[in-house]
């Protein structure tokens, strides 16, 4: 029987398992040993040669690689029953980049549906943190207390691999006390009381010969450790232990779900939480280099004073991807997700500085593109008296252009259409002011005497047409024809109406005080002769 995948490197479970294994096969209860440890340190060929299971090897002559990915697992059988083997992806690989979760996944999982765990430790890794596996079993213990806090008794199986010349009684001495140091700092639930961690588990501490160079040794040693193991799992005492080999399938798919729901083992890894910090201070720089940066403060001054500022997308685009690049080249060895991340928050804080100046210098640029439509607009009804031949998209155009010289390359805003949207109400609206108002004049034959007048006043027509009309119509329907644009009007237009309906109602009493001096003067009599 081959080694089937149980849940594959990307954490998904095997449902055809039980097919793979053909568990339906078996009718004894079976035993579950799994093993785990850290990468490329011989678990497998310790699995291989302690139960003649068939799992990949690491091959030296190639190098130090990755040789299990996963979780896998083979059914072993014997006369004393069968038993079901589970060989674990290495924990620290470099092919995960310092993820640590699944490593975390697969120790609880190991812990929480085997009988026997195996840690595979070498010698020379004892005294160490990491390399010994410590952080990784402190972890599976806590959450092992919170989330799977049952009476089922484990046996940690410690087997410290390639023997030196510490006496194997120092070797367990120190590992004993730094597992009992371990577990003193693993606090579980109060309701856990005698069934505390510390007493659901027993302890076991082997050693090994190396096995290249003392392998009659290591393989006699590995055989003793198997009879131990299958006298251990098989006895009476462990009967009420073990599964059946149907009801390991779903047993099994239960915990792996519970496990990849736990938030406990969402932790990021060390390699994670140094870039979040790195890069999170090299984005704060260059953003407080950004508000500061000579050039980016000149822009802001010449906007803020009116100055037109040529190719103003441009110049702010090339400041931001300035300070961009120099976050990127001093974050290149930093984890990338986490890099990136945090690029784009410095992107959207930059565009938040920048933003106020873009949205000033499109409100001056729409009024000025306006402005000039006014004043053409104004030429044609001079002489003309309708805008007959005005085109709209000129000036939407020459509109389109400016916004496009002003566009920032990083931004995803929406300012232009919305500049772009009100400057065609804006001309929509005074085109048809003219046209309906007109109409009006037309009515009474007044058009050329109207626009006559505007034009002799002077200033801006469209805004003059708007103050005569309204000081020459008297309430009531006829004026229905201009309230819809002075409804609409700007607040600068509103408050031209007034000053210039004052002023010409002021010109109109000084019209009837020359028609009153006209009717007062004296009345000479008339000569014979022209009698």
Request: net charge neutral.
């Amino acid at each position: 029987m081959k080694p089937a995948t149980l849940i594959d490197r990307n954490g998904n479970f095997n449902i055809k398992i039980e097919e793979n294994l053909n568990l339906a096969a078996v009718v004894s209860p079976v035993s579950v040993v799994s093993i785990i440890g850290g990468q490329s340190s011989g678990k497998s060929t310790l699995l291989n040669c302690m139960f003649g299971t068939k799992f990949p090897e690491m091959d030296a002559a190639s190098g130090r690689f990755q040789a299990t990915k996963g979780i896998w697992v083979e059914k072993i059988s014997s006369q004393e029953g069968c038993t079901l083997v589970i060989d674990t992806e290495g924990s620290d690989g470099k092919e995960r980049g310092g993820d640590e979760k699944f490593e975390k996944q697969t120790a609880l999982f190991a812990l929480s549906i085997s009988e026997v765990v195996i840690v595979n430790m070498m010698c020379t890794d004892l005294g160490r943190d990491k390399a010994a596996g410590w952080p990784l079993l402190r972890t599976a213990f806590e959450v092992l207390l919170r989330r799977f806090s049952t009476p089922r008794e484990v046996m940690l199986l410690f087997v410290l691999r390639d023997k030196t010349d510490s006496p194997f009684e120092v070797l367990k001495r120190q590992l004993m006390g730094e597992l009992d140091k371990l577990l003193n700092e693993v606090t579980g639930p109060q309701a856990q009381g005698n069934a505390a961690l510390g007493h659901r588990m027993k302890i076991k501490v082997v050693a090994t010969s190396h096995y290249l160079h003392q392998k009659k040794e290591f393989l006699r040693e590995v055989n003793d450790l198997r009879e131990w193991m299958i006298s251990y799992t098989t006895s009476d005492e462990r009967a009420t232990e073990r599964t059946t080999a149907l009801g390991f399938p779903a047993c099994a798919k239960i915990i792996w779900d519970e496990i990849k729901k736990n938030k406990d083992l969402n932790l990021p890894s060390y390699r994670i939480m140094v870039a979040e910090v790195q890069c999170n201070s090299i984005a704060g720089e260059k953003h407080v280099s950004f508000r500061r940066d000579k050039s980016w403060l000149q822009i802001e001054k010449d906007v803020e004073s009116g100055e037109v500022v040529q190719g103003l997308g441009k110049k702010v685009s090339s400041l931001i991807d300035n300070y961009l690049s120099q976050y990127d080249k001093e974050t290149q060895y930093y984890c990338e997700t986490k890099r990136t991340e945090i690029l784009k928050q410095l992107t959207a804080n930059l565009l938040q500085v920048v933003e106020p100046t873009y949205l000033s210098v499109l409100e001056r640029m729409r009024k000025a593109v306006l402005d000039n439509f006014e004043e053409a607009a104004g030429q044609q009804l001079k002489s003309k008296f309708e805008l007959m031949d005005m085109k709209p998209n000129k000036f939407m155009d020459e509109f389109r252009n400016q916004l496009k010289d002003a566009a920032i390359e990083q931004a995803n805003w929406n300012h232009s259409t919305k500049q772009l949207t009100q400057l065609e109400s804006e001309i929509t609206r005074y085109i048809q002011w003219v046209r309906d108002w007109n109409e009006h004049l037309d009515k009474k034959k007044q058009r050329q005497e109207f626009w006559l007048r505007v034009a002799s006043i002077g200033g801006n027509v469209l805004t003059v047409s708007v103050c005569v009309a309204v000081a020459t119509l008297s309430a009531g329907s006829t004026a229905a024809p201009i309230m819809p644009v002075i409804a609409s009007s700007t607040a600068a237009i509103m408050s031209n109406i007034a000053a210039m309906t004052l002023l010409l109602a002021k010109n109109q009493e000084k019209e009837k005080e020359k028609e009153k001096e006209k009717l007062s003067l004296p009345i000479e009599p008339i000569s014979s002769k022209e009698a």
